[in-house]
């Protein structure tokens, strides 16, 4: 049974430029969530894809924006990268686009901005 | 606008010891409410959770957590820790009522056991 995976495991960008982050559910799921982890912090929600439409937002900008695919694999996609944005990317799944759902965690993205 | 508070950030027992570990939120609905555990090199992984019913809920390796509605909390508990049990650990809670709730994490208790 197939965890939850994402690409790449870590990933350095500079200032300014656009990075997109990649998200496999577990087997059987077909909701994708999107955290940002600050060192230090719990996990920031993002976004949640179902149905290939992004459900629910966080408070985070449009620079962050996100895709899911008829196989329900998502992509993150954050645009004029800042310094802060510099954080672990957590992708979690779950079934039936219930946003307060039990989620399963991937073992995240590591993205550093210079 | 919902909050989560984990006030303990560092917690160091001697093993065989009882922990308790604080959460408090604030929303006035009704709430679903997580502990999440994340082992060293591991990923965030779910320990329990309440979504309605008897308050008292137990879940994986020994670890309960009771939730007390009229005080905003949902403390995780365990009467014997062991050194695998040294981990950070996550409250979460998703408010129910409002169409634009998503779940909020607390910043994490990192728990420390001497062997």
């Known amino acids: 049974d197939a965890g939850v995976t994402q690409s790449p495991t870590h990933l350095i960008k500079t200032r300014g430029q656009q990075v997109t982050l990649r998200c496999s559910p577990k087997s059987g799921h077909d909701t994708v969530s999107w955290y940002q982890q600050a060192l230090g912090q719990g996990p920031q929600f993002i976004f949640q894809?179902?149905?290939?439409?992004?459900?629910q937002r966080g408070n985070f900008p449009d620079r962050f924006s996100g895709h899911q695919f008829p196989n329900y694999s998502s992509e993150l996609n954050v645009n004029a990268l800042l310094l802060g944005d510099s954080a672990l990317y957590l992708c979690?799944?779950?079934?039936?686009?219930?946003?307060?759902?039990?989620?399963?965690f991937g073992p995240g993205t590591r993205l550093t901005v210079l | 606008a919902q909050s989560v508070s984990q006030h303990n950030h560092h917690v160091i027992l001697s093993e065989a010891a009882s922990l308790e570990l604080g959460c408090n939120y604030s929303?006035?609905?009704?709430?679903?409410l997580f502990w999440y555990v994340q082992y060293p090199g591991q990923h965030l992984q779910l320990l329990l959770k309440y979504f309605s019913g008897d308050p008292l809920v137990k879940g994986i390796k020994g670890f309960e957590a009771e939730f007390i509605k009229s005080k905003f909390s949902f403390n995780l508990r365990k009467p014997s820790v062991q050194w695998s049990d040294t981990a950070e650990y996550f409250c979460a809670v998703f408010g129910q009522s409002s169409s634009a709730s998503k779940i909020i994490f607390g910043s994490g208790t990192r728990l420390s056991i001497r062997p």
């Open positions: 894809y179902y149905e290939e439409e992004e459900r």
């Open positions: 929303y006035g609905g009704t709430v679903n």
């Open positions: 979690a799944s779950s079934l039936g686009g219930g946003v307060g759902d039990t989620q399963y």
